[in-house]
T-cell receptor, first 113, second 112 residues
Framework: GEEVAQTPKHLVRGEGQKAKLYCAPIKGHSYVFWYQQVLKNEFKFLISFQNENVFDETGMPKERFSAKCLPNSPCSLEIQATKLEDSAVYFCASSVTANTEAFFGQGTRLTVV | GESVGLHLPTLSVQEGDNSIINCAYSNSASDYFIWYKQESGKGPQFIID?????DKRQGQRVTVLLNKTVKHLSLQIAATQPGDSAVYFCAENRGGGFKTIFGAGTRLFVKA
């Protein structure tokens, strides 16, 4: 597609439930990035992929967060046993190469209650 | 620690005036810098970028200046319009580019 598509737009989960977010990068883009934005403040980097390979996951709280980018499937970000502090907008971005313009999706707003 | 940050959290300008949004970075190894605009409820939108081998780059109504000596980045918006009201983020890409680090953002208000 011509834009990064993120689904769902909104997601509400009870504390302790699982949340799964999806991202379809722009066709032809090899790099995918996930960011977390809390209260419209700065973006926290979570993880980056080149195709299906993880390149940098230094921002991921590994005990509960996981992500995948499998061939012919949307990328996904999964949070096991959500906590209140996971409430945020999660953005996905894609780019052609590692250090060129990244195009962002519209985000998924996760609310943990 | 290393960070990309903005000097002012908010900036208010009169319509038609020029706007200047500033950003400081601390990692001299960063080689690619980007300005993004984020409107309410939307994802960041690319405005302009610059690489470390340049000190100035111009786009349509926007100019980015890079001063590597003092590790400073600025975004200039000419003839600011109401549609320019948004939060502006500077970001740096740190050698290798597998992640882009964002600053805290500056909210720009344009007064009619």
């Amino acid at each position: 597609g011509e834009e990064v598509a993120q689904t769902p737009k909104h997601l509400v989960r009870g504390e302790g439930q699982k949340a799964k977010l999806y991202c379809a990068p722009i066709k032809g883009h090899s790099y995918v990035f996930w960011y977390q934005q809390v209260l419209k403040n700065e973006f926290k980097f979570l993880i980056s992929f080149q195709n299906e390979n993880v390149f940098d996951e230094t921002g991921m709280p590994k005990e509960r967060f996981s992500a995948k980018c499998l061939p012919n499937s949307p990328c996904s970000l999964e949070i096991q046993a959500t906590k209140l502090e996971d409430s945020a907008v999660y953005f996905c971005a894609s780019s052609v190469t590692a250090n060129t313009e990244a195009f962002f999706g519209q985000g998924t707003r996760l609310t943990v209650v | 620690g290393e960070s990309v940050g903005l000097h002012l959290p908010t900036l208010s300008v009169q319509e038609g005036d020029n706007s200047i949004i500033n950003c400081a970075y601390s990692n001299s190894a960063s080689d690619y810098f980007i300005w993004y605009k984020q409107e309410s409820g939307k994802g960041p939108q690319f405005i302009i970028d610059i690489r470390s081998n340049m000190d100035k780059r111009q786009g349509q109504r926007v100019t980015v200046l890079l001063n590597k000596t003092v590790k400073h980045l600025s975004l200039q918006i000419a003839a600011t319009q109401p549609g320019d009201s948004a939060v502006y983020f500077c970001a740096e890409n740190r050698g290798g580019g597998f992640k882009t680090i964002f600053g805290a953002g500056t909210r720009l208000f344009v007064k009619a």
